[in-house]
């Protein structure tokens, strides 16, 4: 299920619930700083956050053709996105650097 969170005239901005229950256990500050970093992709577009600064990445994760984007919001979290061309972006999760981290150690 998908809670429509903000809409402009750039994307329509979409949380799964599971984002949506990770934004809920944010503090307020912290809630702030992810929305913000959100609001900067409909500001200036995927496109410009790729090509003009460092805190967007793109990847496929393992055995999937899925094409998901890593936003850093500060140095304790990222918003895990996918981008549904041309106009919507579905927020999948938030997340803490270090599980990202831990995670990645037990892939390899």
């Not at 700083?33 to 956050?49: C, D, P, S, Y």
């Not at 041309?86 to 990202?100: N, S």
Request: no cysteine; glycine share 0%; charged share 25%.
């Amino acid at each position: 299920m998908l809670l429509t969170a903000m809409q402009n005239t750039l994307y329509n901005i979409l949380f799964t619930q599971r984002a949506k229950v990770a934004l809920d256990t944010l503090s307020s500050e912290e809630k702030d700083n992810v929305l913000q970093a959100i609001h900067r992709l409909e500001t200036f577009g995927i496109e410009a956050e790729l090509k003009e600064h460092n805190n967007l990445k793109s990847f496929h994760p393992d055995k999937s053709d899925e094409h998901l984007y890593l936003l850093r919001v500060n140095s304790t979290f990222r918003v895990i996105f996918k981008w549904i061309v041309p106009d919507r972006i579905e927020i999948i999760d938030i997340v803490m650097q270090d599980r990202l981290e831990l995670f990645a150690t037990h892939q390899n």
